[in-house]
């Protein structure tokens, strides 16, 4: 009976920046969550608040393959495309596509090269043959 109705007092709330820790690599992560809405789906300037870890560099607000990470490029490139190809469904299927426009495209310059030297090849004989007959009318001359 001592104490105050519950809804007297307020309890300390939760803030969302307190989810990441205060550590110098996170103050603009912190900083963007003290004043980002708490309700709704509203993304202020189209930037979407995450609260998620990356476990290659540890820092919060993005994931480990995004591309906000400073380890994106960096670390085992024969990895990290076993990784890409298992991790995309899609990953087979746009290679082979692009395999196949690469070859299609090469048949297609074969081809053009084939008919070109086709047609130097028999204007080359005709034209070969009209500077005999242009050579042996400036000799009649």
Known sequence: YEKPPPGLIKEDETKPE????DMPGNEHARE???HAPTKGLWMPLGKEVKVMQCWRCKRYGHRTGDKECPFFIKGNQKLEQFRVAHEDPMYDIIRENKRH????RIQQLKQLLEDSTSD???SSSSSSASKEKHKKKKKKE
């Not at 426009?101 to 299609?104: A, F, G």
């Open 32 to 34: 963007f969550l003290a």
């Open 18 to 21: 307190d989810c990441i820790p």
């Open 120 to 122: 130097e090849d028999g």
């Open 101 to 104: 426009e690469k070859d299609v």
